[in-house]
C-alpha cells in the first residue's frame, strides 16, 4: 500500500505561487502514475494535473494549463506541482495520488491518496 504525503500548502497573496510536493512513506513514487486534485469548500474534487510515470505523458484540467505545471524527480521520487498566477478561486485543499495507470489517475478511479494541504490565496 502507498501512503502519499503532500506539504507545501499555505496562505500566499493573488498572484503569487506555491510549489506542493507528494512523496510515498515507507515508499517510492517512481513506479505510479501521480496526479493533483484539488478540492473546495461546497464543491466537489477536481481532478488539476497528472504525470505518467516517468514523466513523459502530462495531463492538464484545460482551465489550469500555463498556470500550473506538474514534474517529478526520480532521484528524490518526489511529485511536484508548481503553482503561478494563483488567484482567490484557486483556494481548496490540494491532493495528490497515485496508481499503476496514468488512466486511471485522470478518471479519479482507485487510486491511493494522501491527506491533502490547504492552499488559500488571499486577493
Known amino acids: 500500500q502507498v501512503q502519499l504525503v503532500e506539504s507545501g500548502g499555505g496562505l500566499v497573496l493573488a498572484g503569487g505561487s506555491l510549489r506542493l510536493s507528494c512523496t510515498a512513506s515507507?515508499?517510492?513514487?517512481?513506479?505510479?502514475?501521480v496526479g493533483w486534485f484539488r478540492q473546495a469548500p461546497g464543491q466537489e474534487r477536481e481532478f488539476v494535473a497528472a504525470?505518467?510515470?516517468?514523466?513523459?505523458?502530462?495531463k492538464y484540467t484545460d482551465s489550469m494549463k500555463g498556470r500550473f505545471t506538474i514534474a517529478r524527480d526520480v532521484r528524490s521520487r518526489t511529485v511536484y506541482l508548481q503553482m503561478t498566477g494563483l488567484e482567490p478561486e484557486d483556494t481548496a485543499v490540494y491532493s495528490c495520488?497515485?496508481?499503476?495507470?496514468?488512466?486511471?489517475?485522470?478518471?479519479?478511479?482507485?487510486?491511493?491518496w494522501g491527506q491533502g494541504t490547504q492552499v488559500t490565496v488571499s486577493s
Open positions: 495520488a497515485a496508481h499503476i495507470a496514468l488512466g486511471a489517475v485522470v478518471g479519479g478511479t482507485g487510486l491511493y
Open positions: 515507507g515508499g517510492s513514487l517512481n513506479n505510479y502514475a
Open positions: 504525470t505518467s510515470y516517468n514523466g513523459g505523458d502530462t
